[in-house]
């Protein structure tokens, strides 16, 4: 029962397809995270999300629409994919507010051809 | 904007002790130092974190400075499965965020 969990876990596309990446954590937290790792290795935060509240929006180009249904749940929408999207894509969640420690999922490698 | 400064490696051997370095000169009162570590084709893993005192649990102990302006991990017996890279960060208490640096690139030899 993994505790943060991504769907799929390689997505491999076309430029300018659209595509969705999924994410659930069943460990009760009510703040969720999306990060992405480039080929340099540098980890980024992209959005998090509080309760369902945007509370963090890392200047991220805005065919990038992060979608959270629930508290378990925060998905990540991307429109118009370019090849500069390649890259490692982490969700993650923390509990009781900026103090805790965040848990990651094992990422999503977005392959753009 | 880093506000840590790590080595970018260091090798060790299996079964020692391993100490990871940190400086944070800058580190402000109400700012907390993480441990973070990315194995392989994982996500980030939370390792430990603290803000003025000593502190252990199952996989490491954090020592921080008295002017807490360095601190070391230290892995009591380093395995195999502990090489990865390892970020330090420091982080205001209640802010949402974690930036990550560059890290250390650890690599356990047998």
């Known amino acids: ?113 | 904007d880093a506000k840590t400064t790590q080595p970018t490696s260091m090798d060790c051997a299996e079964g020692r002790a391993a100490n990871l370095p940190c400086n944070h000169s800058t580190i402000s009162g109400n700012e907390y130092v993480y441990w973070y570590r990315q194995i392989h084709s994982q996500g980030p893993q939370y390792i430990i974190h603290g803000l003025k005192n000593n502190e252990t649990n199952e996989m490491a102990s954090l020592i921080i400075t008295e002017d807490r302006k360095s601190s070391t991990l230290i892995l009591p017996h380093a395995t195999l499965r502990d090489t990865a890279v390892y970020y330090c960060i420091v982080r205001v208490a209640g802010d949402y965020k974690l930036s990550f640096g560059a890290g250390t690139t650890v690599t356990v030899r047998a």
Not at chain 1, 16 to 44: A, P, R, V
Not at chain 1, 50 to 60: F, M, R, S
Not at chain 1, 65 to 91: M, Q, R, T, W
């Open chain 1, 1 to 113: 029962d993994t505790a943060v969990s991504q769907t799929p876990k390689y997505l491999v596309t076309q430029m300018g397809n659209d595509k969705s990446i999924k994410c659930e954590q069943n460990l009760g937290h009510d703040t969720m995270y999306w990060y992405k790792q480039d080929s340099k290795k540098f980890l980024k935060i992209m959005f998090s999300y509080n309760n369902k509240e945007l509370i963090i929006n890392e200047t991220v180009p805005n065919r990038f629409s992060p979608k959270s249904p629930d508290k378990a749940h925060l998905n990540l929408h991307i429109n118009s994919l370019e090849l500069g999207d390649s890259a490692v894509y982490f969700c993650a969640s923390a509990g009781g507010g900026g103090n805790q420690p965040q848990h990651f999922g094992d990422g999503t490698r977005l392959s753009i051809l």
